[in-house]
C-alpha cells in the first residue's frame, strides 16, 4: 500500500516562509510524477504545484515565483519550498502521486494522480 505523509505545516506571518514535506513509502523515482494541491473548506482542491520524473516542474500562476517543488530521490521525499507567504495562500496542502502507465497526464488535474496524502494545514497570518 503507497503512503504519503505530509509535514512541515503551520503558522507563519505573511512574508514568511515554510518548507512542505512528503515523505513515500516506495522509492520517488517509481512514480511518474509527484504533485502538491490545496484545499480550503467549501472550495474544490487546487493545484499548486508538481515535478516529473524528468525533472520538469509546473507551477500555478498563484504561487509561481515564490514556490519551489523538488524531490530527493535518496530519501524518498518531495518538497515544498514556499517563500513571500499570502493569507490567501492558508489551506490545507496534499501531497500527490502518479503512477505509470496511467494514460495521458494533466499535471493540473486531480484525477491525474492516484494516491494522496493525508494533507498539513498552512495558515498565514496577516
Known amino acids: 500500500q503507497v503512503q504519503l505523509v505530509e509535514s512541515g505545516g503551520g503558522l507563519v506571518q505573511a512574508g514568511g516562509s515554510l518548507t512542505l514535506s512528503c515523505a513515500a513509502s516506495?522509492?520517488?523515482?517509481?512514480?511518474?510524477?509527484m504533485g502538491w494541491f490545496r484545499q480550503v473548506p467549501g472550495k474544490e482542491r487546487e493545484f499548486v504545484a508538481a515535478i516529473r520524473w524528468s525533472g520538469t516542474t509546473y507551477y500555478a500562476g498563484s504561487v509561481q515565483g515564490r514556490f519551489t517543488i523538488s524531490r530527493d530521490n535518496a530519501k524518498n521525499t518531495v518538497y515544498l519550498q514556499m517563500n513571500s507567504l499570502k493569507p490567501e495562500d492558508t489551506a490545507a496542502y496534499y501531497c500527490?502521486?502518479?503512477?505509470?502507465?496511467?494514460?495521458?497526464?494533466?499535471?493540473?488535474?486531480?484525477?491525474?494522480?492516484?494516491?494522496w496524502g493525508q494533507g498539513t494545514q498552512v495558515t498565514v497570518s496577516s
Open positions: 516506495e522509492r520517488t523515482f517509481n512514480y511518474y510524477a
Open positions: 500527490a502521486a502518479r503512477v505509470y502507465g496511467s494514460g495521458t497526464y494533466y499535471y493540473s488535474i486531480v484525477n491525474s494522480y492516484n494516491h
